[in-house]
């Protein structure tokens, strides 16, 4: 995927802020330090565009922007930093609940999990959740540079009965250290965009 453009468009917390839905979106989940900043920059090849490195837990509010004037992206807050404040933690699940619910032109969600780590409760919890709702999600299991590529292949099985996925509908390996997976990522965000109604 050619990048010509990656505006940024807004944050928000309430439905009546977010911005007009009116691009196919993609959405972009997973807990804290999975490496979420790192894939959508590398994604759109931009290196500010989501914040790397910043504490983890403190961003609690979704960020909205555009990709080639075609596609709009939902930079989802983090979730399940140890160290943030119970009344923030509280927050994130009716705020994430109330867009994943009400945003019509939702096409994916791009549900993200470390390769290296066993998915919180919270990942399952998630996971559940959109297969309950009828989301279309997909995983995306991060940081594949970190184990060899067999290491890789096993752990991408595992992964997928941990999450309860339908053989077939494998994560996918992501790297957003060698760019492994880019590509694959990009044709499965273009493959939903255009299919799937919006809702
Ligand atoms: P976020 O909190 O989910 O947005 O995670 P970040 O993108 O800030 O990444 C968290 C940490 O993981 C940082 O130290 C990144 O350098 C590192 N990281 C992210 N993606 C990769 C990757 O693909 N490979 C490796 N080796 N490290 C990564």
Not at 9 to 30: M, N, Q, T, W
Not at 104 to 111: F, W, Y
Not at 134 to 139: E, F, G, K, N, Y
């Amino acid at each position: 995927m050619k990048i010509h453009s990656v505006k940024f468009i807004k944050s928000a917390r309430e439905p009546l802020h977010y911005p007009p839905g009116d691009l196919p979106e993609v959405a972009f989940a997973g807990r804290s330090n999975v490496g979420k900043s790192s894939l959508i920059n590398n994604l759109v090849q931009r290196k500010g565009v989501a914040r790397t490195g910043r504490t983890p837990g403190t961003t609690q509010l979704i960020n909205f922007f555009t990709v080639n004037d075609r596609y709009s992206f939902s930079d989802l807050p983090g979730y399940g930093f140890a160290k943030v404040p119970e009344a923030i933690r509280k927050d994130w699940g009716p705020m994430v609940e109330s867009y994943l619910r009400e945003r019509k032109n939702l096409k994916l969600v791009i549900l993200l999990l470390d390769i290296r780590r066993e998915p919180s409760e919270d990942d399952l919890r998630l996971r559940q959740w959109l297969d309950q709702y009828h989301v279309p999600h997909h995983a995306v299991l991060t940081k594949a540079d970190k184990l060899s590529h067999s290491q890789g292949i096993a752990r991408q099985g595992n992964l997928r009965q941990t999450l309860g996925i339908p053989a077939g509908n494998e994560p996918l390996l992501f790297s957003a250290k060698t760019g492994a997976g880019r590509q694959m990522l990009w044709q499965q965000i273009e493959r939903c965009c255009l299919e799937t109604p919006i809702r």
